[in-house]
Antibody, heavy 122, light 111 residues
């Protein structure tokens, strides 16, 4: 059974760079069959797609975050990473990683991590 | 402001049928991209409920169904149960944004 587990600092200071990782187990992150992505959800609000990556490194990002976001894959560690620079309070959210059902970025997310809450505060 | 528009809330009594709409435009749903639906119970990650407009993943009850017409899609839930009370989100792809888009979410209350 595929499992995804996010990890991160929990609390980040404004203007710093947030780094989150998602460890994939029970399946291969280097499979040619899937995209992998990050989605976030501010407290009490809706879902926001951040970006997706293919095992080859091909990436898509949401326009509003594109200048601050980098998503990468480390196949040797079976990890997906998210870097978000110059964070502000508006970046406070639960961050989820997920697997898309096929090798197209239009695909739905069928597996999700349990999410990690990141609070941006001094 | 989400690219895909959903009603903030819907409600229904146990056993009834409810529908949740998801309205887009010619850059997303109207362009032919598939619509997917998720159920999010409080404090948990979203769960895929419908993919590709009308398809149910294994294990999703037949009470849940999806449809699409033009620039809109709908999720229907029949035989409403208390544990259907959750937030529901639609997802599609927007070609002018070159990315995945979600609806703002709809809170379903079972009366």
């Amino acid at each position: 059974q595929l499992q995804l587990q996010e990890s991160g600092p929990g609390l980040e200071k404004p203007s710093e760079t947030l780094l989150l990782t998602c460890t994939v187990s029970g399946g291969s992150i280097s499979s040619r069959s899937y995209y992998w992505g990050w989605i976030r959800q501010p407290p009490g609000k809706g879902l926001e797609w951040i970006g997706s990556i293919y095992y080859s490194g091909s990436t898509y990002y949401t326009p509003s975050l594109k200048s601050r976001v980098t998503i990468s894959v480390d196949t040797s560690k079976s990890q997906l990473s998210l870097k978000l620079s110059s964070v502000t309070a508006a970046d406070t959210a639960v961050y989820y990683c997920g697997r898309q059902t096929s090798a197209v970025v239009t695909a739905p997310f069928d597996y999700w991590g349990q999410g990690t809450l990141v609070t941006v505060s001094s | 402001q989400s690219v895909l528009t959903q009603p903030p809330s819907v409600s229904g009594a146990p056993g009834q049928r409810v529908t949740i709409s998801c309205t887009g435009n010619s850059s997303n749903i109207g362009a032919g991209y598939g619509v997917h639906w998720y159920q999010q119970l409080p404090g948990t990650a979203p769960k895929l409920l419908i993919y590709g407009n009308t398809n149910r993943p294994s294990g999703v009850p037949v009470r849940f169904s999806g449809s699409k017409s033009g620039t809109s899609a709908s999720l229907a839930i029949t035989g409403l149960q208390a544990d259907d009370e959750a937030d529901y989100y639609c997802q599609s792809y927007d070609r002018s944004l070159s990315g995945v888009v979600f609806g703002g979410g709809t809170k379903l209350t079972v009366l």
